[in-house]
């Protein structure tokens, strides 16, 4: 008979592979289940009264095995649920991490790689300002900045030059009634811009290089020296701004191509408020505020009527739709 040699890590690794089973592991978790149904069961058993011919040590017994084999038996359901309810948390809670950092890591601001004539950064308070949009007064007054960042599609570093809010101060301080209702409201819809979530509003105090001229022309050369974009509602401005090739975002070019489009051969349904500049037309507006022109509609003033779109021309300040009376 062969007599096998005795190995120490064979045994080692025997007894790992023993105590490492699943079985093992489910058999000791249902011990500890049962014996936690168990205990209570029998802690509080002691208040039933004996029963004869049964003895009260029996009752105790009998209830203590039931509750501790309840707890046995219902190991594989309540570490089902645990299981799949751990799965589900962790999941959720990877899945908002994931898209926190996501989120996070789009905000910051990207360089640009490209070379140019001048610096594409400047410091302003300890952070780089990185092509940044820069307001016109025309655009806080207008107000219709705010609707636009509310809904998206503004996000990043807004500049507010010092030379703008003085501008816009000088219309809130103004004699007349309405411009300095749209001034003081240009300062509301500042405070609610700085609220809107993805936008920051910076204030840019300085004018080393550009101090002398008018306020469109320190706002070119700020948007040139920082490779920026203006925001703005002035027609002047945007041309000036476009011959100089410097970007611009002009609310009303925005206004204009959201509008609805009209064809010839439609039919719309116009109130006629006012004459024309000719004294046969009439003229209405559509909900988004295009002008529509009937011809021969002067004497309809005041009156809803059924028309046909004759023909669309587009103007600088928007689209104007002629059309005629059905």
């Known amino acids: 008979m062969r007599i096998r040699r005795f190995s120490f890590p064979r045994l080692r690794r025997g007894i790992a592979r023993t105590f490492n089973e699943p079985s ?3 058999l000791i978790l249902r011990l500890i ?11 509080f058993s002691e208040v039933i009264p004996d029963l004869p011919p049964i003895h009260h040590s029996i009752i105790r017994i009998v209830i203590t095995l039931w509750f501790g084999l309840l707890g046995y038996g219902l190991f594989t359901d309540l570490a089902r649920i645990v299981t799949v309810n751990t799965i589900e948390l962790i999941n959720k809670f990877v899945s908002r991490l994931t898209i926190e950092v996501m989120d996070q890591f789009l905000r910051l601001p990207r360089q640009n790689t490209i070379s140019a004539p001048f610096p594409s950064q400047a410091p302003l308070g300890g952070v780089s300002v990185n092509q940044p949009l820069i307001l016109d007064t025309s655009a806080i007054i207008d107000g219709r900045i705010l609707d636009i960042a509310k809904s998206g599609f503004l996000y990043g570093m807004i500049l507010l030059p010092t030379f703008v809010l003085s501008e816009l101060q000088q219309v809130a301080d103004s004699a007349d009634y309405l411009k300095r209702s749209r001034g003081r409201r240009g300062f509301e819809i500042i405070e609610d811009l700085k609220k809107v979530k993805g936008i920051r509003i910076e204030a840019w105090d300085k004018e080393p290089s550009y101090s002398k001229g008018g306020v469109d022309d320190k706002l070119l050369k700020l948007a040139k ?5 203006i925001i703005t509602t002035d027609y002047n401005l945007n041309r000036v701004a476009t011959v100089a090739n410097v970007p611009v975002l002009n609310v009303n070019d ?6 609805t489009l009209c ?13 024309g500049k000719d004294p046969k037309q009439g003229v209405g507006y559509l909900p988004d505020g295009t002008m529509i022109v009937v011809e021969n509609g002067a004497d309809l003033v005041g009156i809803q009527i059924q028309t046909e779109v004759s023909r669309v021309i587009q103007v600088p300040a928007g689209r104007m739709i002629f059309t005629k009376k059905v």
């Not at 289940?33 to 802690?43: E, G, K, Q, S």
């Not at 064809?263 to 004459?275: D, M, R, W, Y």
């Open 24 to 26: 093992l592991l489910k």
């Open 33 to 43: 289940l049962a014996f936690t149904f168990a205990l209570p069961a029998f802690i």
């Open 225 to 229: 020296s920082l490779h920026g974009k």
């Open 254 to 259: 925005l206004a204009n191509a959201v509008k």
């Open 263 to 275: 064809i010839p051969g439609e039919k719309l349904s116009v109130k006629v408020v006012h004459v």
